[in-house]
C-alpha cells in the first residue's frame, strides 16, 4: 500500500475539496508514490510525535492538524514546525492533514462531540455553499439508460436523504460530422438527426471528476455535450458545526459539570446563567466564535467550542449559554475517529494511535 492509496481511504471520510480556503490540507511532506510500512495517527506533528513514528517504525504520519499552515520560507530548525520538516524528511516520514475537511464532514469532528455527548437529530450548524452541481447531457435515447446508471453507480444523482434522482426530456438532437469526424450514429458529411434524451442530474461536488469519467466511458458519441453548473442548494451534510438536542433537558450548572467531565475539561469558560434548562447544543471543535450569532439564530440553548475572547461572551446577550471547554479538549477524539475509520479500511496494517499528549496548555 502506497501513501496516496491511504489518502484515498481518508477523501472516503474527509474530502479535501471540503476545506475550508484559508486552511493547508492533503499532504505535507513526502512523496504520495512512497510504500506504506506503517502509520500513526495524531491530532498534531511535534517532534516527539515524529521520534514516535520512527521508534514505531511508521513512514506516515496522519495529523488532523497541519504542521505546515502558513507557509516555510526557511527550514533552519530554529521553530518547532522547522524542526518537525526537518526530521520528517531526514527518516522519509509523509505528514497528512485532512483539518477543516474534516471539520466539515458529516461524519467527522462534530459528529464525534455530539457523539460523546449523546446529542441526537444532528443536523448542519453552517452549510458550505457551492458543494451541489448539476450535469445535462445528451445521449440517444437508446442508451439513456446506461448512461444514467453509469452516473449513478459512482454516487451521481444524490440530493440530501435521496439517490438516483434524474430529470430527462426526450427530443431530437442534430449533427454533422466533418471530415476528420468518426460517427458511431449516422455518416460524417451528412446533417443526421437523432432521438436524444437530455439527462439531468446533481452531485456532489468532489465527486466531478468520477462523474465525468462515468460519462465519457458510458455515452456512445464521438464527442460528448454537457454542462456543469453550481446550484444555491444547501447540502444538508457538509458544513461546519452541529447541532443536536438531549433526551433529556438538564439544568444549566448539571450540564456545564457534565461537559466538563465528558470533554475531560479542567476548566469551562462560559457566559451568564440564563436560569433554564439545556436541551437543544450546538457545538464546533476548535475555534468557533464565528458561529455565536448561528448558534443563537438556530434557537440553541447553549453552544459549546474554543477560543472565545472576552468580547465574545459579551454576545451571549442572555440568550444562550456559551461554553469553552478550550481547543485541544474539543478535538482531542478526533484522532480516536480517524484510527478508528482506518482499521476498519485497513485490517491488517500497522495503524497506531498517537500517544503523545500535544496539548499545549495546562491548568494550575
Given at each position: 500500500m502506497k501513501v496516496k492509496d491511504v489518502i484515498a481511504l481518508l477523501e472516503e471520510l474527509s474530502p479535501l475539496s471540503y476545506s475550508e480556503g484559508f486552511d493547508n490540507t492533503g499532504l505535507l511532506v513526502g512523496d504520495e508514490?512512497?510504500?506504506?510500512?506503517?502509520?500513526?495517527?495524531?491530532?498534531?506533528?511535534?517532534?516527539?510525535?515524529?521520534?514516535?513514528?520512527?521508534?514505531?517504525?511508521c513512514n506516515l504520519i496522519v495529523s488532523f492538524h497541519p504542521i505546515i499552515f502558513s507557509g516555510l520560507k526557511k527550514i533552519t530548525g530554529k521553530t518547532y514546525v522547522e524542526r518537525v520538516v526537518q526530521k520528517a524528511i531526514k527518516h522519509d516520514i509523509a505528514i497528512f492533514s485532512n483539518h477543516t475537511a474534516l471539520d466539515n464532514s458529516w461524519n467527522g469532528v462534530n459528529a464525534m462531540i455530539c457523539k460523546k455527548?449523546?446529542?441526537?437529530?444532528?443536523?448542519?450548524?453552517?452549510?458550505?455553499?457551492?458543494?451541489?452541481?448539476?450535469?445535462?447531457?445528451?445521449?440517444?435515447?437508446?442508451?439513456?439508460?446506461?448512461?444514467?446508471?453509469?452516473?449513478?453507480?459512482?454516487?451521481?444523482?444524490?440530493?440530501?436523504?435521496?439517490?438516483?434522482?434524474?430529470?430527462?426530456?426526450?427530443?431530437?438532437?442534430?449533427?454533422?460530422?466533418?471530415?476528420?469526424?468518426?460517427?458511431?450514429?449516422?455518416?460524417?458529411?451528412?446533417?443526421?438527426?437523432?432521438?436524444?434524451?437530455?439527462?439531468?442530474?446533481?452531485?456532489?461536488?468532489?465527486?466531478?471528476?468520477?462523474?465525468?469519467?462515468?460519462?465519457?466511458?458510458?455515452?456512445?458519441?464521438?464527442?460528448?455535450?454537457?454542462?456543469?453548473?453550481?446550484?444555491?442548494?444547501?447540502?444538508?451534510?457538509?458544513?461546519?458545526?452541529?447541532?443536536?438536542?438531549?433526551?433529556?433537558?438538564?439544568?444549566?450548572?448539571?450540564?456545564?459539570?457534565?461537559?466538563?467531565?465528558?470533554?475531560?475539561?479542567?476548566?469551562?469558560?462560559?457566559?451568564?446563567?440564563?436560569?433554564?434548562?439545556?436541551?437543544?447544543?450546538?457545538?464546533?471543535?476548535?475555534?468557533?466564535?464565528?458561529?455565536i450569532e448561528t448558534a443563537k439564530n438556530a434557537d440553541a440553548d447553549a453552544f459549546i467550542s474554543a477560543d472565545f475572547k472576552y468580547h465574545d461572551f459579551f454576545k451571549a446577550e442572555n440568550t444562550i449559554l456559551l461554553a469553552d471547554i478550550g481547543h485541544y479538549e474539543s478535538e482531542q477524539f478526533t484522532k480516536d475517529l480517524i484510527h478508528s475509520f482506518l482499521k476498519k479500511k485497513i485490517t491488517n496494517f500497522a495503524i497506531l494511535l498517537s500517544q503523545t499528549n500535544t496539548n499545549p496548555i495546562s491548568y494550575l
Open positions: 508514490n512512497t510504500k506504506v510500512s506503517g502509520i500513526l495517527v495524531t491530532l498534531d506533528t511535534l517532534e516527539q510525535v515524529v521520534d514516535e513514528a520512527i521508534e514505531n517504525n455527548l449523546g446529542l441526537k437529530n444532528r443536523s448542519i450548524l453552517i452549510p458550505q455553499d457551492a458543494t451541489i452541481k448539476k450535469l445535462i447531457t445528451f445521449v440517444p435515447t437508446k442508451d439513456a439508460e446506461k448512461v444514467r446508471n453509469a452516473l449513478f453507480a459512482v454516487g451521481g444523482g444524490s440530493i440530501g436523504n435521496y439517490e438516483n434522482c434524474s430529470f430527462n426530456i426526450e427530443g431530437s438532437g442534430s449533427f454533422k460530422g466533418n471530415e476528420d469526424s468518426s460517427p458511431v450514429i449516422g455518416k460524417k458529411g451528412d446533417l443526421h438527426f437523432e432521438r436524444e434524451t437530455q439527462i439531468g442530474i446533481t452531485f456532489s461536488k468532489h465527486l466531478q471528476s468520477k462523474i465525468l469519467k462515468a460519462l465519457f466511458q458510458s455515452h456512445p458519441y464521438e464527442e460528448v455535450a454537457y454542462e456543469i453548473t453550481t446550484l444555491e442548494n444547501q447540502n444538508q451534510h457538509i458544513g461546519i458545526g452541529m447541532i443536536g438536542e438531549f433526551d433529556k433537558a438538564m439544568p444549566e450548572l448539571e450540564f456545564l459539570e457534565f461537559i466538563k467531565r465528558t470533554m475531560k475539561t479542567d476548566c469551562v469558560r462560559h457566559s451568564s446563567l440564563l436560569k433554564k434548562k439545556i436541551k437543544k447544543v450546538a457545538v464546533l471543535g476548535g475555534s468557533g466564535s464565528f458561529a
